[in-house]
Protein backbone atom coordinates (compact mmCIF):
# COMPACT_ATOMS: atom_id res chain seq x y z
CA UNK A 1 0.00 0.00 0.00
CA UNK A 2 1.48 3.17 -0.82
CA UNK A 3 0.77 6.23 1.42
CA UNK A 4 2.12 9.86 2.08
CA UNK A 5 1.77 10.81 5.70
CA UNK A 6 2.65 13.65 8.08
CA UNK A 7 6.43 13.63 9.18
CA UNK A 8 8.02 13.72 12.84
CA UNK A 9 11.01 15.67 14.32
CA UNK A 10 13.42 13.72 13.96
CA UNK A 11 17.32 13.65 14.40
CA UNK A 12 19.52 13.80 11.08
CA UNK A 13 23.38 12.44 10.63
CA UNK A 14 24.82 14.56 8.09
CA UNK A 15 27.90 13.04 6.69
CA UNK A 16 30.54 14.84 4.90
CA UNK A 17 32.60 12.60 2.78
CA UNK A 18 33.23 9.35 4.51
CA UNK A 19 33.69 10.16 8.41
CA UNK A 20 32.84 13.46 9.22
CA UNK A 21 29.13 13.89 10.68
CA UNK A 22 27.10 16.10 12.65
CA UNK A 23 24.25 15.69 14.27
CA UNK A 24 20.99 18.36 14.55
CA UNK A 25 17.33 18.33 15.14
CA UNK A 26 15.20 19.32 12.47
CA UNK A 27 11.44 20.18 12.11
CA UNK A 28 10.03 17.93 9.55
CA UNK A 29 6.05 18.84 9.86
CA UNK A 30 4.29 19.57 7.05
CA UNK A 31 1.80 21.92 6.68
CA UNK A 32 -0.61 22.88 3.77
CA UNK A 33 -1.79 20.82 2.12
CA UNK A 34 -2.59 18.20 4.66
CA UNK A 35 -0.26 15.05 3.78
CA UNK A 36 -2.66 11.94 3.40
CA UNK A 37 -3.15 8.24 2.16
CA UNK A 38 -2.57 7.25 -1.34
CA UNK A 39 -5.09 4.06 -1.25
CA UNK A 40 -5.12 1.63 -4.42
CA UNK A 41 -8.76 1.20 -5.02
CA UNK A 42 -10.77 -1.21 -6.70
CA UNK A 43 -12.93 0.18 -9.74
CA UNK A 44 -10.50 2.95 -11.39
CA UNK A 45 -8.34 2.17 -13.75
CA UNK A 46 -7.39 5.60 -15.91
CA UNK A 47 -4.05 6.19 -16.90
CA UNK A 48 -3.35 9.59 -15.08
CA UNK A 49 -5.49 9.19 -11.87
CA UNK A 50 -3.85 11.03 -9.10
CA UNK A 51 -3.56 8.51 -5.79
CA UNK A 52 -1.14 10.60 -3.79
CA UNK A 53 -1.75 13.46 -2.60
CA UNK A 54 1.06 16.24 -3.14
CA UNK A 55 3.26 16.60 -0.12
CA UNK A 56 5.74 19.17 1.00
CA UNK A 57 9.47 18.14 0.37
CA UNK A 58 10.57 21.95 1.14
CA UNK A 59 9.72 22.39 4.53
CA UNK A 60 11.46 18.15 5.12
CA UNK A 61 14.33 19.22 3.56
CA UNK A 62 14.93 22.92 4.31
CA UNK A 63 15.38 23.96 0.62
CA UNK A 64 13.60 24.86 -2.39
CA UNK A 65 16.12 23.75 -4.63
CA UNK A 66 14.81 20.08 -4.55
CA UNK A 67 15.42 18.54 -8.11
CA UNK A 68 15.41 14.50 -8.18
CA UNK A 69 14.94 11.67 -6.19
CA UNK A 70 14.77 7.57 -6.32
CA UNK A 71 13.16 4.96 -4.51
CA UNK A 72 15.24 2.22 -3.70
CA UNK A 73 16.54 -0.07 -0.71
CA UNK A 74 13.16 1.12 1.03
CA UNK A 75 13.64 4.71 1.33
CA UNK A 76 13.57 7.83 -0.31
CA UNK A 77 16.42 9.54 -1.57
CA UNK A 78 15.94 13.24 -2.71
CA UNK A 79 18.31 16.14 -3.71
CA UNK A 80 18.79 19.15 -3.00
CA UNK A 81 21.34 22.09 -4.68
CA UNK A 82 21.13 24.19 -1.70
CA UNK A 83 21.90 27.10 -3.54
CA UNK A 84 18.06 29.07 -2.72
CA UNK A 85 17.95 28.03 1.29
CA UNK A 86 20.83 26.26 2.44
CA UNK A 87 23.76 26.59 0.53
CA UNK A 88 24.82 23.29 0.59
CA UNK A 89 24.62 20.00 -1.88
CA UNK A 90 22.88 17.58 0.35
CA UNK A 91 21.37 14.02 -0.74
CA UNK A 92 18.63 13.22 1.75
CA UNK A 93 17.42 9.59 3.11
CA UNK A 94 13.44 9.28 4.15
CA UNK A 95 11.49 6.36 5.42
CA UNK A 96 8.39 6.06 3.23
CA UNK A 97 6.40 8.21 5.60
CA UNK A 98 8.87 11.02 4.73
CA UNK A 99 10.58 10.64 7.91
CA UNK A 100 14.37 11.97 7.56
CA UNK A 101 16.50 8.95 8.30
CA UNK A 102 19.84 10.58 7.44
CA UNK A 103 21.32 13.50 4.91
CA UNK A 104 24.50 13.43 3.30
CA UNK A 105 26.99 15.47 1.47
CA UNK A 106 26.63 14.98 -2.26
CA UNK A 107 29.96 13.81 -3.90
CA UNK A 108 30.07 16.06 -6.70
CA UNK A 109 31.95 18.08 -8.83
CA UNK A 110 28.92 20.41 -9.90
CA UNK A 111 29.49 23.83 -9.51
CA UNK A 112 26.36 24.93 -8.11
CA UNK A 113 23.12 22.40 -8.81
CA UNK A 114 24.61 19.51 -7.68
CA UNK A 115 23.06 15.60 -8.42
CA UNK A 116 20.39 15.44 -10.54
CA UNK A 117 17.80 13.01 -11.07
CA UNK A 118 18.63 9.27 -9.51
CA UNK A 119 17.99 5.13 -10.40
CA UNK A 120 19.33 2.61 -8.97
CA UNK A 121 20.52 -1.50 -9.39
CA UNK A 122 19.09 -2.84 -5.93
CA UNK A 123 20.57 -6.23 -6.69
CA UNK A 124 24.59 -4.67 -6.79
CA UNK A 125 23.13 -2.38 -3.54
CA UNK A 126 24.00 0.97 -6.03
CA UNK A 127 22.35 4.10 -5.88
CA UNK A 128 23.20 6.77 -8.63
CA UNK A 129 22.44 10.42 -9.11
CA UNK A 130 23.06 12.41 -12.39
CA UNK A 131 25.03 16.02 -12.76
CA UNK A 132 26.52 18.38 -15.66
CA UNK A 133 29.08 17.22 -18.12
CA UNK A 134 28.25 13.43 -18.19
CA UNK A 135 29.02 13.54 -14.27
CA UNK A 136 27.29 10.06 -12.69
CA UNK A 137 27.91 9.54 -8.74
CA UNK A 138 27.68 6.07 -7.55
CA UNK A 139 26.62 5.34 -4.14
CA UNK A 140 27.43 2.51 -2.57
CA UNK A 141 24.02 1.30 0.40
CA UNK A 142 25.28 -1.08 3.23
CA UNK A 143 22.51 -3.21 3.89
CA UNK A 144 23.89 -3.88 7.70
CA UNK A 145 23.83 -0.36 8.67
CA UNK A 146 20.55 0.87 5.98
CA UNK A 147 23.00 3.78 4.77
CA UNK A 148 25.45 5.18 2.13
CA UNK A 149 28.91 3.99 2.65
CA UNK A 150 30.41 6.50 1.13
CA UNK A 151 33.94 5.39 1.28
CA UNK A 152 33.21 2.78 -1.27
CA UNK A 153 31.21 5.40 -3.30
CA UNK A 154 32.71 7.70 -6.49
CA UNK A 155 32.45 10.23 -9.18
CA UNK A 156 32.03 8.63 -12.56
CA UNK A 157 32.32 10.11 -15.92
CA UNK A 158 29.39 8.79 -18.41
CA UNK A 159 30.35 9.23 -22.44
CA UNK A 160 28.97 12.02 -22.51
CA UNK A 161 29.30 16.26 -22.23
CA UNK A 162 25.59 16.37 -21.70
CA UNK A 163 23.96 17.13 -18.16
CA UNK A 164 22.63 13.56 -16.85
CA UNK A 165 19.75 15.33 -16.05
CA UNK A 166 16.72 12.85 -16.69
CA UNK A 167 18.35 9.42 -15.76
CA UNK A 168 17.18 5.39 -15.19
CA UNK A 169 18.26 2.09 -15.37
CA UNK A 170 16.51 -0.66 -17.54
CA UNK A 171 17.40 -4.21 -15.46
CA UNK A 172 15.88 -5.94 -18.92
CA UNK A 173 18.44 -4.58 -21.20
CA UNK A 174 20.93 -4.03 -19.08
CA UNK A 175 21.79 -0.50 -19.61
CA UNK A 176 21.18 3.21 -18.63
CA UNK A 177 19.38 6.10 -20.42
CA UNK A 178 19.59 9.84 -19.89
CA UNK A 179 18.16 12.53 -21.12
CA UNK A 180 18.91 16.46 -20.55
CA UNK A 181 16.40 19.58 -22.73
CA UNK A 182 16.64 18.16 -26.06
CA UNK A 183 14.91 15.56 -28.43
CA UNK A 184 18.04 12.93 -28.08
CA UNK A 185 17.89 10.09 -25.73
CA UNK A 186 21.53 8.78 -24.33
CA UNK A 187 21.74 5.23 -24.30
CA UNK A 188 24.84 3.76 -21.95
CA UNK A 189 26.06 0.48 -20.72
CA UNK A 190 26.55 -0.69 -17.40
CA UNK A 191 29.99 1.34 -17.45
CA UNK A 192 29.01 4.59 -18.57
CA UNK A 193 29.77 3.74 -22.32
CA UNK A 194 27.36 5.54 -24.90
CA UNK A 195 26.35 2.63 -26.91
CA UNK A 196 23.31 4.30 -28.83
CA UNK A 197 20.70 6.91 -29.23
CA UNK A 198 17.25 6.98 -28.76
CA UNK A 199 14.29 10.59 -29.77
CA UNK A 200 12.00 11.87 -27.35
CA UNK A 201 10.09 14.74 -27.64
CA UNK A 202 9.42 16.32 -24.25
CA UNK A 203 12.24 18.24 -22.43
CA UNK A 204 13.18 16.18 -19.29
CA UNK A 205 14.29 16.19 -15.93
CA UNK A 206 12.99 12.92 -14.36
CA UNK A 207 12.98 9.24 -16.08
CA UNK A 208 12.09 5.99 -14.62
CA UNK A 209 11.71 2.21 -16.22
CA UNK A 210 8.19 0.49 -16.17
CA UNK A 211 8.82 -3.04 -15.74
CA UNK A 212 5.40 -3.98 -16.09
CA UNK A 213 5.91 -2.83 -19.73
CA UNK A 214 9.03 -2.40 -20.22
CA UNK A 215 9.05 1.30 -21.01
CA UNK A 216 10.91 4.39 -19.68
CA UNK A 217 8.30 7.40 -19.00
CA UNK A 218 10.07 11.02 -19.07
CA UNK A 219 9.09 14.18 -16.95
CA UNK A 220 9.26 17.40 -18.08
CA UNK A 221 7.44 20.01 -20.43
CA UNK A 222 5.23 19.46 -23.40
CA UNK A 223 7.16 20.48 -26.65
CA UNK A 224 7.46 24.35 -27.29
CA UNK A 225 6.01 24.83 -23.41
CA UNK A 226 8.35 25.47 -20.30
CA UNK A 227 7.37 25.58 -16.46
CA UNK A 228 5.16 28.84 -15.67
CA UNK A 229 2.35 30.05 -13.57
CA UNK A 230 -0.08 29.40 -16.73
CA UNK A 231 0.11 25.74 -16.02
CA UNK A 232 -0.44 22.99 -16.89
CA UNK A 233 2.58 22.68 -18.86
CA UNK A 234 3.85 19.34 -17.60
CA UNK A 235 3.85 15.81 -18.38
CA UNK A 236 5.16 11.88 -18.28
CA UNK A 237 5.64 11.21 -21.28
CA UNK A 238 6.04 6.84 -22.45
CA UNK A 239 9.65 5.86 -24.57
CA UNK A 240 9.78 2.69 -25.52
CA UNK A 241 13.84 1.21 -25.90
CA UNK A 242 12.55 -1.49 -28.48
CA UNK A 243 11.76 1.30 -31.09
CA UNK A 244 13.66 4.22 -29.51
CA UNK A 245 10.32 6.45 -30.03
CA UNK A 246 7.66 7.84 -27.61
CA UNK A 247 4.41 5.86 -27.87
CA UNK A 248 1.86 8.37 -27.61
CA UNK A 249 0.88 7.71 -23.85
CA UNK A 250 1.69 10.76 -21.82
CA UNK A 251 -0.44 12.47 -18.53
CA UNK A 252 -0.57 16.05 -17.47
CA UNK A 253 1.34 16.13 -13.94
CA UNK A 254 0.56 19.33 -12.73
CA UNK A 255 -0.58 18.93 -9.22
CA UNK A 256 -4.84 17.32 -9.48
CA UNK A 257 -6.84 20.28 -9.19
CA UNK A 258 -5.00 21.54 -6.32
CA UNK A 259 -4.81 25.83 -6.67
CA UNK A 260 -2.48 26.16 -3.79
CA UNK A 261 0.61 25.54 -6.26
CA UNK A 262 1.46 28.05 -8.68
CA UNK A 263 4.53 28.28 -11.48
CA UNK A 264 5.03 24.38 -11.31
CA UNK A 265 8.29 23.03 -12.58
CA UNK A 266 9.21 19.57 -13.46
CA UNK A 267 11.73 17.29 -11.40
CA UNK A 268 12.94 14.23 -10.93
CA UNK A 269 10.75 10.71 -11.03
CA UNK A 270 10.46 7.25 -10.46
CA UNK A 271 8.14 4.37 -10.61
CA UNK A 272 7.18 1.66 -7.86
CA UNK A 273 5.10 -0.89 -8.67
CA UNK A 274 3.04 -1.45 -5.92
CA UNK A 275 0.51 -4.38 -5.59
CA UNK A 276 1.69 -5.69 -9.13
CA UNK A 277 0.44 -1.70 -10.01
CA UNK A 278 2.95 0.53 -11.31
CA UNK A 279 2.61 3.89 -10.01
CA UNK A 280 4.34 6.62 -11.24
CA UNK A 281 6.62 9.28 -8.72
CA UNK A 282 7.15 12.84 -9.92
CA UNK A 283 8.56 15.49 -7.88
CA UNK A 284 7.42 19.13 -8.88
CA UNK A 285 9.23 22.21 -8.02
CA UNK A 286 6.51 24.87 -7.26
CA UNK A 287 5.18 27.75 -4.98
CA UNK A 288 5.09 27.38 -2.09
CA UNK A 289 7.31 24.59 -1.95
CA UNK A 290 8.04 21.53 -3.79
CA UNK A 291 6.52 18.44 -3.60
CA UNK A 292 5.99 14.74 -4.81
CA UNK A 293 3.13 13.33 -5.80
CA UNK A 294 1.56 9.80 -7.31
CA UNK A 295 0.00 8.55 -10.62
CA UNK A 296 -1.68 5.82 -11.74
CA UNK A 297 0.24 3.79 -15.09
CA UNK A 298 -1.83 0.93 -15.20
CA UNK A 299 -4.12 -0.93 -12.71
CA UNK A 300 -6.38 0.51 -9.84
CA UNK A 301 -6.29 4.06 -8.95
CA UNK A 302 -7.89 6.76 -6.65
CA UNK A 303 -8.57 10.38 -7.15
CA UNK A 304 -6.36 12.38 -4.13
CA UNK A 305 -7.80 12.03 -1.14
CA UNK A 306 -6.44 15.57 1.00
CA UNK A 307 -8.38 15.05 3.51
CA UNK A 308 -7.37 16.79 6.54
CA UNK A 309 -8.19 20.28 7.99
CA UNK A 310 -7.85 23.07 5.22
CA UNK A 311 -9.39 25.91 6.93
CA UNK A 312 -6.44 25.42 9.81
CA UNK A 313 -4.47 28.13 7.54
CA UNK A 314 -1.62 29.06 10.41
CA UNK A 315 -0.77 25.49 10.24
CA UNK A 316 -1.47 25.19 14.67
CA UNK A 317 -3.73 21.82 14.41
CA UNK A 318 -6.45 24.10 16.09
CA UNK A 319 -9.16 26.41 14.37
CA UNK A 320 -9.38 29.99 15.69
CA UNK A 321 -9.86 33.34 14.78
CA UNK A 322 -5.85 33.61 13.81
CA UNK A 323 -6.94 31.21 10.85
CA UNK A 324 -9.66 34.01 10.00
CA UNK A 325 -6.76 36.73 9.90
CA UNK A 326 -4.16 34.21 7.85
CA UNK A 327 -7.17 33.81 5.57
CA UNK A 328 -7.72 37.62 5.00
CA UNK A 329 -4.23 38.49 4.31
CA UNK A 330 -3.79 35.90 1.74
CA UNK A 331 -7.34 36.66 0.15
CA UNK A 332 -5.70 40.64 0.08
CA UNK A 333 -2.26 39.47 -1.34
CA UNK A 334 -4.75 37.39 -4.37
CA UNK A 335 -2.57 33.99 -2.77
CA UNK A 336 -3.72 30.80 -4.17
CA UNK A 337 -4.08 29.68 -1.19
CA UNK A 338 -7.56 32.34 -0.08
CA UNK A 339 -8.52 30.68 -3.80
CA UNK A 340 -11.16 28.33 -1.29
CA UNK A 341 -14.02 27.37 -4.23
CA UNK A 342 -10.39 26.71 -6.59
CA UNK A 343 -12.15 28.73 -9.42
CA UNK A 344 -9.00 30.72 -10.19
CA UNK A 345 -10.83 34.27 -8.72
CA UNK A 346 -10.77 35.89 -5.42
CA UNK A 347 -14.38 36.55 -4.74
CA UNK A 348 -17.27 36.27 -2.16
CA UNK A 349 -17.64 32.65 -2.80
CA UNK A 350 -14.04 31.90 -1.49
CA UNK A 351 -15.00 33.57 1.92
CA UNK A 352 -18.11 31.74 2.17
CA UNK A 353 -15.90 28.03 1.01
CA UNK A 354 -13.75 29.31 3.62
CA UNK A 355 -16.61 29.69 6.23
CA UNK A 356 -18.02 26.23 5.41
CA UNK A 357 -14.86 24.52 5.86
CA UNK A 358 -14.10 26.43 9.07
CA UNK A 359 -17.60 25.23 10.41
CA UNK A 360 -16.64 21.75 9.80
CA UNK A 361 -14.07 21.62 12.22
CA UNK A 362 -10.71 19.79 12.06
CA UNK A 363 -10.83 15.45 12.10
Request: net charge negative; aromatic share 12%; hydrophobic share 35%.
Amino acid sequence: MYRFASTTVATLALVAGSTAALAQDTEGDMNRPTLSKSALLPGVDELGDTIGCPTDISTLTGDTGNLGFEFAFGYYWITHNGEFVTGTQVLVQTDEDFNIVAEYFQLTNSPSWGHRDGTSIESENRLFFGAEDGEVTEYVFDPSTQRLDLSASQILQFDTADTVRAFTWDPNLEQFYSKDFGGTVNIFDRNGALINFGSADISSYGAAYDPATETVWFHGYRVGEGGGSDAPKTRIAEWDPASGSMTGRSVDTDPAGDTTFIGYIAGGMDIEVIDGNSVALTLGQGDPFDYIQAFAIDGDGAPCDPGGCPADLDGDGVLTIFDFLAFQTAFDNMEAVADFDGDGSFTIFDFLAFQTAFDAGCP
